[in-house]
């Protein structure tokens, strides 16, 4: 895990530095950070189970294609490349918030995560654990034959990381819009 949150906090001075380089200009026609969405993004109408869908439709498939793509020899590496990809998206995507908001885009990229992550981050550290644990076994070249105790462990951690997905997905899709909501019109 140490190694992980080292790759990911890198990753996030790089988008840091990235975003500072590429400057206010490229940042500001990003889709979620211009002018324009926030303004618009104000006053919406947001049709909330509408947004559950699509939502599930784009995230589900995504989720379950990492899930498959973790199994097997190189599952600790596509982990820690997800883990990369968002440390270097949540740096970049600060510097860009608060060039354009300036120390109030501090609490728009809080909009942006909140509460959604409280749910989500717990399903990557539990894959992230369930790979480690498996990584570890066969290091120690432990059988992965047939064993009920692994296998039930397995089905309780997936159960477990699809229900808090699940979570996550509503509170995306039902609470975040009012709490972004507030937060664009204080900022605004």
Not at 135 to 162: C, M, T
Not at 180 to 188: D, E, G, H, N, S
Request: glycine share 10%; aromatic share 18%; net charge positive.
């Amino acid at each position: 895990m140490k190694k992980t949150t080292f790759l990911f906090f890198l990753l996030f001075l790089s988008g840091v530095i990235c975003a500072n380089i590429s400057g206010v200009a490229f940042g500001r026609e990003l889709g979620a950070m211009n002018e324009y969405f926030i303004n618009r993004y104000m006053y919406a109408g947001i049709q909330k189970q509408e947004l559950f869908l699509f939502l599930f439709y784009e995230r589900v498939p995504r989720f379950l294609l990492m899930v498959l793509l973790s199994i097997g020899i190189y599952g600790t590496l596509i982990a820690d490349g997800y883990f990369c990809y968002l440390g270097f998206s949540a740096g970049f995507l600060s510097v860009i918030a608060i060039i354009g908001c300036g120390i109030k885009g501090i609490l728009l990229i809080a909009g942006f995560f909140l509460p959604q992550w409280l749910f989500y981050a717990p399903v990557l550290l539990l894959w992230h654990y369930e790979l480690q644990y498996y990584k570890k076994q066969a290091r120690d070249g432990i059988s992965a034959g047939p064993n009920k105790r692994r296998h039930l462990k397995l089905a309780v951690s997936v159960l477990l990381g699809g229900i808090l997905f699940l979570l996550g997905l509503f509170m995306e899709s039902y609470v975040n819009p009012f709490f972004l909501q507030k937060i664009v019109r204080m900022i605004a």
